[in-house]
């Protein structure tokens, strides 16, 4: 009866039991902790079916083990209990090798090295890195950083083992990191773990002991000094050859110039040479009584004539012109009379033979005379 109650109740119906009204069914406590945990999973289930990706992330969608890579940033949606999903920061991040970032103390495990030169020395190296592909990141090896840092380490000691301790130390480092990097991505791309190089730096290197780096120091000092000798060498090198260069041609300008004058000087004297036999063709005794006179005009100015007589006395006789400048010629004498032999001289020039020379050629018609007839010279020289 209840129950054909309850249904006319639900079915709109009223009961035919005289109008008299019934208390409401009571819950019990079991419903309610049913309806309580239903509500529970439902929030549960709502916030585990939704996931969000933010900017510099990417995530990986696993679906029964099957996993997708999930790239686009923002809210996503996924099954719960079927669908999980890991996600990777896709950043650039980084390394140390040879020493601590924290404490900044060295690691000599990883910083100690051997140069091509057989020398020691610590290098400390910073490596970059980002996860370019987050399925193969997770997937393709357990740790795919540890196997990024081996093979930094090997490839790290690999080429500084090929380069001397100079080039380490000092003007080698941009070369021995591009090389370092070639090597490490080419081993990256034969692994394929989901990571990839961005850079490696070379942070600091150094010997490994106090005592052989003051000699890399005293050897650093060495060639900082003969860099400064082969500098100023240079320096001197091309201040002084533009000069020796310059002086140089300059000779070979004054060779070339007295070149061209004795060449010139030589043909002028072959066509005087040529013009004078020509006219020596013509009449050879005038011309060369001619060449006598002017041979003796360029003798006679500065020649000092000594006539002997046949009783041992002797007479000077001096051109015109020690008469007229009495400074460039001494007129004392020694031996026979000094200022009579002066006197005597210019009386003789006066009266004898140089007294009809006014002029040289006078004078060379006087010396030819003398050289045609000797005693009447010394007669005039008596007188």
Same mark, same amino acid.
């Given at each position: 009866?209840?129950?054909d109650?309850?249904?006319?109740?639900? +079915?709109?119906?009223?009961t035919?039991?005289?109008?008299?009204?019934k208390? !409401?069914?009571?819950?019990g406590?079991?419903?309610?902790?049913?309806?309580?945990?239903a509500?529970?999973?439902?929030?549960?289930? %709502?916030?585990?079916a939704?996931y969000?990706?933010?900017e510099?992330?990417?995530?990986?969608?696993?679906?029964? %083990?099957?996993?997708?890579?999930?790239?686009?940033p923002?809210?996503?949606?996924?099954?719960? #209990?079927?669908?999980?999903?890991r996600?990777? +920061?896709?950043?650039i991040?980084g390394?140390t090798?040879?020493?601590d970032?924290?404490?900044n103390?060295?690691?000599?495990?990883?910083?100690?090295?051997i140069?091509s030169?057989?020398?020691?020395?610590d290098?400390?190296?910073?490596?970059?890195y980002?996860?370019?592909?987050?399925?193969?990141m997770?997937?393709?090896?357990?740790?795919?950083?540890?196997?990024l840092?081996?093979?930094?380490?090997?490839?790290?000691?690999?080429v500084?083992?090929?380069?001397?301790?100079d080039?380490?130390?000092t003007?080698?480092?941009?070369?021995?990191?591009?090389?370092i990097?070639e090597?490490i991505?080419?081993?990256?791309?034969?692994q394929?773990?989901?990571?990839?190089?961005v +850079?490696?730096?070379?942070?600091?290197?150094?010997?490994?002991?106090?005592?052989?780096?003051?000699? #890399?120091?005293?050897?650093?000092?060495?060639?900082?000094?003969?860099?400064?000798?082969l500098?100023n060498?240079?320096?001197?090198?091309?201040e002084?050859? !533009?000069?020796?260069?310059?002086?140089?041609d300059?000779?070979?300008?004054?060779?070339?110039a007295?070149k061209?004058?004795?060449?010139?000087?030589?043909?002028?004297?072959?066509a005087?040479?040529?013009?004078?036999?020509e006219? *020596?063709?013509? +009449?050879?005794?005038?011309?060369?009584?001619?060449?006598f006179?002017?041979?003796?005009?360029s003798?006679?100015p500065?020649?000092?004539?000594i006539?002997?007589s046949?009783? %041992?006395?002797?007479q000077?006789i001096?051109p015109l012109?020690? #008469?007229t400048?009495? =400074?460039? *010629?001494?007129?004392?004498?020694?031996?026979n009379?000094?200022?009579?032999?002066?006197?005597n001289t210019g009386s003789?020039?006066a009266?004898? %033979?140089?007294?009809s020379?006014?002029?040289?050629?006078?004078?060379a018609?006087?010396?030819?005379?003398?050289?045609?007839?000797g005693? =009447?010279?010394?007669?005039?020289?008596?007188?």
């Amino acid at each position: 009866m209840k129950g054909d109650s309850f249904r006319n109740r639900r +079915n709109g119906f009223e009961t035919m039991d005289g109008g008299a009204q019934k208390a !409401p069914p009571k819950f019990g406590t079991g419903k309610i902790a049913v309806i309580i945990i239903a509500v529970i999973i439902f929030i549960f289930l %709502g916030m585990n079916a939704t996931y969000e990706i933010k900017e510099q992330e990417q995530a990986v969608l696993i679906t029964l %083990g099957r996993a997708q890579a999930v790239t686009e940033p923002g809210l996503h949606f996924k099954i719960p #209990f079927i669908q999980q999903v890991r996600k990777v +920061n896709t950043t650039i991040q980084g390394f140390t090798i040879g020493y601590d970032s924290d404490t900044n103390e060295t690691n000599e495990d990883e910083s100690l090295m051997i140069t091509s030169d057989f020398n020691f020395i610590d290098v400390d190296f910073y490596v970059e890195y980002r996860y370019s592909d987050p399925v193969k990141m997770l997937y393709a090896s357990q740790d795919p950083l540890e196997i990024l840092k081996n093979i930094s380490q090997s490839c790290i000691r690999t080429v500084i083992g090929s380069y001397p301790v100079d080039d380490v130390l000092t003007t080698g480092k941009n070369e021995i990191q591009a090389a370092i990097r070639e090597m490490i991505l080419e081993r990256l791309s034969v692994q394929d773990i989901g990571i990839q190089l961005v +850079n490696i730096t070379i942070q600091d290197s150094e010997p490994p002991t106090q005592e052989v780096m003051e000699a #890399f120091k005293s050897v650093e000092t060495a060639k900082q000094g003969k860099e400064t000798a082969l500098n100023n060498a240079n320096k001197y090198r091309n201040e002084q050859l !533009p000069l020796a260069q310059a002086e140089a041609d300059r000779i070979v300008k004054d060779a070339e110039a007295q070149k061209t004058e004795r060449i010139n000087e030589a043909l002028a004297q072959v066509a005087r040479f040529n013009a004078m036999y020509e006219e *020596y063709i013509k +009449n050879p005794a005038i011309t060369r009584r001619r060449m006598f006179y002017e041979t003796m005009e360029s003798v006679l100015p500065d020649l000092k004539v000594i006539i002997e007589s046949p009783n %041992g006395n002797t007479q000077t006789i001096y051109p015109l012109e020690s #008469f007229t400048d009495p =400074g460039r *010629y001494d007129t004392s004498e020694s031996g026979n009379g000094s200022s009579d032999s002066a006197a005597n001289t210019g009386s003789g020039s006066a009266s004898g %033979g140089l007294n009809s020379s006014p002029s040289r050629t006078s004078a060379a018609d006087t010396t030819d005379e003398s050289a045609d007839g000797g005693s =009447g010279q010394t007669s005039a020289a008596q007188d």
